[in-house]
């Protein structure tokens, strides 16, 4: 009798608890999700931008940025255009960062004016620019820097694109965006980790079944040790015993003996004038 009444309890705990709390802890489970994600993807793309071999080619990049500009700028000099001695300068620095001439094209005359030279130098230049470019980016062997270039901007995307709850909530989003956290998590870890000489990269759990009620063992678990709401859970006790004792208690009201009087009538009276 004992285990069957203790069961009905349980059952109707679950189904009020549920009732009373999924909404809230669906939300609670996706602030807390959320945060642990956006946390964890901050955290790594900090530690993957000062990674040594992508600063070290961003360093390297903007020197060469520099001295591609520098060529246009000395040939463009309204006091003395043409690619004297400082644009000559700048393009074997230009040379020498990519190990050796780099093209075989022939910087336009000086001409007669600022305006003619300009024209023909700039299509010498579009030319010039796109070359040391595809060079440089040739030259550039660590395969380590273009994974983590690729691995910055897929954080990047991810932090973009990641809602906030209430507008998750608002169009209509559940607990089932959890599991898509959970594999970019680990995407995003497993990555970084690949890189060598980045250090250990740990991302928090993220626990996908956290929203789900509606079983006994994890509405347990969410009332009286991950997420304790006193008075939902007094409530849902309470109902839940009631539940399970009104009809008792009807049946032994309806059932209840008399109070051993019986009451007389009048034919009882005859009776006994009778005697």
């Given amino acids: 009798m004992t285990v069957p009444i203790a069961l009905s309890g349980l059952s109707n705990f679950n189904h009020l608890y549920t009732l009373f709390k999924r909404d809230d802890v669906v939300r609670e489970t996706l602030t807390e999700s959320f945060d642990t994600f956006r946390s964890d993807l901050e955290q790594t793309r900090a530690k993957v931008a000062v990674y040594p071999p992508l600063v070290e080619n961003a360093e390297r990049r903007a020197t060469f940025e520099t001295e591609l500009e520098q060529v246009r700028i000395q040939a463009l000099d309204p006091n003395n255009w043409g690619c004297a001695t400082l644009c000559r ?80 909530i608002a169009d209509g989003g559940g607990a089932d965006i959890l599991q898509k956290l959970v ?28 929203a789900e009620l509606g079983q006994i063992p994890r509405t347990i678990q969410n009332a009286f040790f991950e997420r304790p709401d006193p008075v939902a859970t007094t409530l849902s006790i309470l109902f839940a015993i009631s539940i399970d004792l009104f009809p008792v208690l009807m049946v032994l009201a309806l059932l209840r003996p008399g109070d051993g009087r019986v009451k007389r009538t009048k034919g009882s009276d005859l009776g006994d004038i009778a005697t």
Wanted: glycine share 6%.
């Fill in 89 to 168: 300068e700048h393009m074997g620095n230009v040379d020498a960062m990519l190990g050796g001439a780099m093209t075989s094209l022939r910087v336009p005359s000086t001409g007669a004016s600022l305006e003619d030279f300009q024209e023909r130098f700039d299509t010498f230049y579009a030319t010039y620019r796109d070359t040391a470019w595809a060079t440089f980016e040739a030259e550039s062997t660590d395969p380590s820097v273009q994974v983590a270039r690729e691995l910055l901007t897929d954080i990047e995307t991810n932090l973009s694109v990641l809602p906030s709850v209430q507008a998750h």
């Fill in 183 to 210: 594999e970019t998590s680990r995407d995003i870890e497993g990555r970084a980790n690949a890189l060598p000489g980045l250090g250990a990269i740990t991302h928090s759990r993220i626990d996908v079944l956290a």
